[in-house]
């Protein structure tokens, strides 16, 4: 590991104007590239103190052994030469971005005599025409066969155009309709070419002219009697169609622009890009990248549109891009953009209407292609093997921990204080084995605390277990101890049964809490694994490790240590230890979220023995409001149909007995409301009236 102060340049060596540099390892290889307005200012950010920096950061410069800059007169050309050097150089600590050349192209050869379509993929040509990118080319050829019945254009291979030529023998497309065979001189090079400049044209977007060309010959070949030309006509017009359907319109007014969405978390990204022409979605591509350096939203977004346009010219660059987020600074972005597309390009974050209601469903493709990578990642047998070794040999365990518990606690400013505990078995999760809990040993917001007391009562569990041979009859542990609880959302249908070591000898069902962990993983920093920790010591279980994953700066952290374990960012052990620790948290936070929501709909009417949902309403549309309920004699209570007597005394009594709630607040405008509202202003359930701000309006201040 080498000492950045080594290799720092001398005051005043670095100029204080635009420019690019590159960061070298001990063996000359470039590891990072980066770009600057000031080089002065932006260098003199790596030579700071290693404990300021972000830990990505802090490990390329003890990773590098030199550094070198080249001085550019603008922020767009040190934007051009970042984008070169890095296609030259391929640093370790950049951005990398993958698959970006896998996504097959529909391809017009119009450098070739005779203009042949086909599938491509890999470096574009000069000369070429590219439609796409498509995610399939199943789907090119299906849009394909439907245009060559317009547009018979040439989509032979070399040999098969030159052995055609040879016999004079066409191929079956040329019998069939769908080539105008060139190969035989059935038509002319310049016809050839026209013909394929109206497939392009076509494929550009430009497809109404041609429609109402075609209507017009079909409807002159009718008037002249002329029906086989015009039902050939109707047929060309109708597979022009069902091609056009295969893109749906998604804007309107004929945009040509491109979309771009960034999903990511703190070790991945995944990007999506539609491209939409003349209204139309023409394709779409997704990449996936690691995080190898500290970076923004913006700062990704600027990397996608180097990997997007760094080669385009013309129209490949569309007149519009938008995106989730803008690079800073944003303008040298857009001159270079408008200087590679030879007009004005504008690049800007979508406000309103339906572009904005489009990059939505950029963004929703683009978070199920990071949850479907880290899927397929996660998936793999050996990767989770590997991914376990790394736990066992970062944290000093024995073996490797098959059998893994995190813990997370979560609440809303001190209100609804909850728990998770989640399970993980040889790398993948257990759902059946979640358990949640509610904290009642204490009221308020105190994580450490909260984290103390889930740990004490889950391993109590575990040797109350060891001692017995059956299970709880009633799911508690005596002594009224607050627990844990099933989520009738983790048991569905389709889950893996459990295995027949863990089932009892008595009856058969699973057992709750009768498995140890060989490592729990509680979410946070020192504090919550010293308060692991000592929940095991006072139980007197030394078997157990623990750590915690601090979300922050992803670092493990282990009881008594002061100095945080850094894993590898590239290490699968830390991966599989944050998708623990998110699990666990969106679990807790579902389960916090259903308490929240089931207390606001609570009503004094709820303890009314007898009193169903049908009866509750029709008492609050009767009188209004529950204000004028616990005002209403017994007689008018009963002057409701479906309310006896007895029901009505029993209303008042509990009515009586029940504390009035504070006035209603609408959280999404702070307005009082009132309780003496009409029926038809009622919100909410029958009960208290409640605010009619969503409870997720406030998600911005819960844990």
């Given at each position: 590991?080498?000492?950045?102060?080594?290799?720092?340049?001398?005051?005043?060596?670095?100029?204080?104007?635009?420019?690019?540099?590159?960061?070298?390892?001990?063996?000359?290889?470039?590891?990072?590239?980066?770009?600057?307005?000031?080089?002065?200012?932006?260098?003199?950010?790596?030579?700071?103190?290693?404990?300021?920096?972000?830990?990505?950061?802090?490990?390329?410069?003890?990773?590098?052994?030199?550094?070198?800059?080249?001085?550019?007169?603008?922020?767009?050309?040190?934007?051009?030469?970042?984008?070169?050097?890095?296609?030259?150089?391929?640093?370790?600590?950049?951005?990398?971005?993958?698959?970006?050349?896998?996504?097959?192209?529909?391809?017009?050869?119009?450098?070739?005599?005779?203009?042949?379509?086909?599938?491509?993929?890999?470096?574009?040509?000069?000369?070429?025409?590219?439609?796409?990118?498509?995610?399939?080319?199943?789907?090119?050829?299906?849009?394909?066969?439907?245009?060559?019945?317009?547009?018979?254009?040439?989509?032979?291979?070399?040999?098969?155009?030159?052995?055609?030529?040879?016999?004079?023998?066409?191929?079956?497309?040329?019998?069939?309709?769908?080539?105008?065979?060139?190969?035989?001189?059935?038509?002319?090079?310049?016809?050839?070419?026209?013909?394929?400049?109206?497939?392009?044209?076509?494929?550009?977007?430009?497809?109404?002219?041609?429609?109402?060309?075609?209507?017009?010959?079909?409807?002159?070949?009718?008037?002249?009697?002329?029906?086989?030309?015009?039902?050939?006509?109707?047929?060309?017009?109708?597979?022009?169609?069902?091609?056009?359907?295969?893109?749906?319109?998604?804007?309107?007014?004929?945009?040509?622009?491109?979309?771009?969405?960034?999903?990511?978390?703190?070790?991945?990204?995944?990007?999506?890009?539609?491209?939409?022409?003349?209204?139309?979605?023409?394709?779409?591509?997704?990449?996936?990248?690691?995080?190898?350096?500290?970076?923004?939203?913006?700062?990704?977004?600027?990397?996608?549109?180097?990997?997007?346009?760094?080669?385009?010219?013309?129209?490949?660059?569309?007149?519009?891009?938008?995106?989730?987020?803008?690079?800073?600074?944003?303008?040298?972005?857009?001159?270079?953009?408008?200087?590679?597309?030879?007009?004005?390009?504008?690049?800007?974050?979508?406000?309103?209407?339906?572009?904005?209601?489009?990059?939505?469903?950029?963004?929703?493709?683009?978070?199920?292609?990071?949850?479907?990578?880290?899927?397929?990642?996660?998936?793999?047998?050996?990767?989770?093997?590997?991914?376990?070794?790394?736990?066992?040999?970062?944290?000093?365990?024995?073996?490797?921990?098959?059998?893994?518990?995190?813990?997370?606690?979560?609440?809303?400013?001190?209100?609804?204080?909850?728990?998770?505990?989640?399970?993980?078995?040889?790398?993948?999760?257990?759902?059946?084995?979640?358990?949640?809990?509610?904290?009642?040993?204490?009221?308020?917001?105190?994580?450490?605390?909260?984290?103390?007391?889930?740990?004490?009562?889950?391993?109590?569990?575990?040797?109350?277990?060891?001692?017995?041979?059956?299970?709880?009859?009633?799911?508690?542990?005596?002594?009224?101890?607050?627990?844990?609880?099933?989520?009738?959302?983790?048991?569905?249908?389709?889950?893996?049964?459990?295995?027949?070591?863990?089932?009892?000898?008595?009856?058969?069902?699973?057992?709750?809490?009768?498995?140890?962990?060989?490592?729990?993983?509680?979410?946070?920093?020192?504090?919550?694994?010293?308060?692991?920790?000592?929940?095991?010591?006072?139980l007197g279980i030394d078997d157990i490790a623990v750590c915690g994953l601090a979300k922050r700066l992803e670092e493990v952290w282990l009881p008594g240590d002061d100095d945080p374990v850094?894993?590898?960012?590239?290490?699968?052990?830390?991966?599989?230890?944050?998708?623990?620790?998110?699990?666990?948290?969106?679990?807790?936070?579902?389960?916090?979220?259903?308490?929240?929501?089931?207390?606001?709909?609570?009503?004094?009417?709820?303890?009314?023995?007898?009193?169903?949902?049908?009866?509750?309403?029709?008492?609050?549309?009767?009188?209004?409001?529950?204000?004028?309920?616990?005002?209403?004699?017994?007689?008018?209570?009963?002057?409701?149909?479906?309310?006896?007597?007895?029901?009505?005394?029993?209303?008042?009594?509990?009515?009586?007995?029940?504390?009035?709630?504070?006035?209603?607040?609408?959280?999404?405008?702070?307005?009082?409301?009132?309780?003496?509202?009409?029926?038809?202003?009622?919100?909410?359930?029958?009960?208290?009236?409640?605010?009619?701000?969503?409870?997720?309006?406030?998600?911005?201040?819960?844990?």
């Amino acid at each position: 590991m080498a000492d950045p102060s080594s290799y720092r340049p001398r005051p005043g060596e670095i100029p204080d104007s635009p420019g690019v540099y590159r960061f070298r390892d001990e063996h000359r290889r470039v590891i990072y590239v980066g770009k600057a307005k000031s080089l002065r200012q932006r260098l003199a950010n790596y030579f700071q103190d290693l404990a300021g920096l972000h830990p990505r950061t802090r490990s390329m410069v003890t990773t590098a052994a030199s550094v070198e800059w080249t001085v550019v007169s603008t922020e767009v050309e040190a934007l051009q030469l970042e984008y070169s050097w890095i296609k030259e150089y391929d640093p370790r600590f950049n951005v990398k971005y993958r698959d970006d050349k896998s996504y097959p192209y529909l391809a017009v050869t119009m450098n070739e005599e005779f203009p042949r379509v086909q599938v491509m993929r890999g470096h574009k040509k000069k000369g070429v025409r590219y439609f796409g990118p498509y995610a399939h080319a199943w789907a090119i050829r299906d849009t394909v066969d439907l245009m060559l019945r317009v547009f018979p254009v040439r989509t032979c291979s070399a040999g098969v155009f030159k052995n055609a030529a040879r016999t004079g023998r066409p191929c079956l497309l040329g019998y069939i309709g769908k080539c105008s065979a060139p190969c035989v001189e059935r038509i002319s090079p310049e016809d050839h070419r026209e013909l394929a400049e109206e497939f392009c044209d076509f494929m550009a977007g430009r497809t109404g002219t041609y429609l109402r060309r075609l209507e017009r010959r079909m409807a002159e070949a009718a008037e002249k009697m002329e029906y086989e030309r015009a039902a050939r006509l109707r047929d060309d017009i109708g597979a022009l169609k069902k091609a056009m359907e295969k893109n749906a319109v998604v804007l309107a007014d004929a945009t040509d622009a491109d979309l771009i969405a960034v999903a990511e978390d703190e070790l991945e990204a995944a990007v999506q890009i539609f491209h939409v022409r003349g209204g139309r979605v023409r394709g779409q591509r997704g990449w996936v990248t690691d995080k190898v350096e500290e970076i923004t939203t913006g700062a990704l977004v600027e990397h996608a549109l180097q990997q997007l346009y760094g080669e385009e010219t013309g129209d490949a660059v569309p007149r519009e891009v938008l995106v989730p987020a803008l690079p800073d600074p944003v303008d040298p972005v857009q001159e270079w953009l408008t200087g590679r597309r030879g007009s004005n390009v504008s690049l800007r974050v979508p406000q309103r209407g339906d572009k904005k209601a489009l990059m939505e469903t950029v963004q929703r493709n683009a978070q199920q292609a990071l949850v479907l990578h880290k899927t397929k990642r996660a998936s793999d047998l050996t990767t989770r093997s590997r991914a376990l070794e790394e736990i066992s040999d970062a944290l000093g365990l024995d073996s490797a921990p098959l059998r893994i518990e995190c813990y997370d606690i979560s609440h809303l400013q001190g209100d609804d204080v909850v728990a998770s505990m989640v399970v993980f078995e040889d790398g993948l999760a257990r759902k059946s084995e979640y358990r949640r809990f509610q904290i009642k040993g204490f009221a308020g917001q105190d994580d450490v605390r909260s984290m103390h007391e889930v740990i004490t009562r889950r391993f109590r569990r575990y040797l109350a277990e060891k001692e017995r041979t059956g299970e709880w009859a009633d799911g508690e542990e005596p002594g009224a101890e607050p627990g844990a609880q099933e989520d009738p959302g983790t048991a569905s249908a389709g889950l893996a049964e459990p295995p027949a070591s863990t089932l009892t000898e008595d009856d058969g069902r699973p057992k709750r809490f009768a498995y140890p962990p060989q490592l729990v993983v509680v979410d946070g920093g020192a504090p919550q694994v010293a308060a692991a920790q000592r929940a095991l010591d006072e139980l007197g279980i030394d078997d157990i490790a623990v750590c915690g994953l601090a979300k922050r700066l992803e670092e493990v952290w282990l009881p008594g240590d002061d100095d945080p374990v850094v894993l590898p960012r590239t290490s699968e052990g830390l991966y599989l230890l944050q998708r623990i620790r998110d699990e666990a948290h969106r679990f807790a936070i579902t389960y916090q979220r259903t308490k929240r929501a089931k207390r606001f709909r609570s009503s004094p009417l709820d303890d009314v023995p007898g009193l169903g949902e049908t009866r509750k309403q029709a008492l609050i549309k009767h009188f209004g409001s529950l204000k004028r309920l616990r005002s209403a004699t017994i007689e008018q209570i009963c002057d409701v149909p479906g309310i006896g007597r007895k029901t009505a005394e029993t209303i008042v009594a509990a009515l009586a007995q029940a504390v009035p709630g504070g006035p209603a607040v609408n959280t999404a405008t702070g307005e009082i409301m009132d309780d003496t509202e009409e029926p038809g202003q009622q919100t909410g359930s029958p009960g208290e009236p409640v605010s009619t701000g969503a409870p997720d309006e406030r998600r911005g201040q819960e844990r």
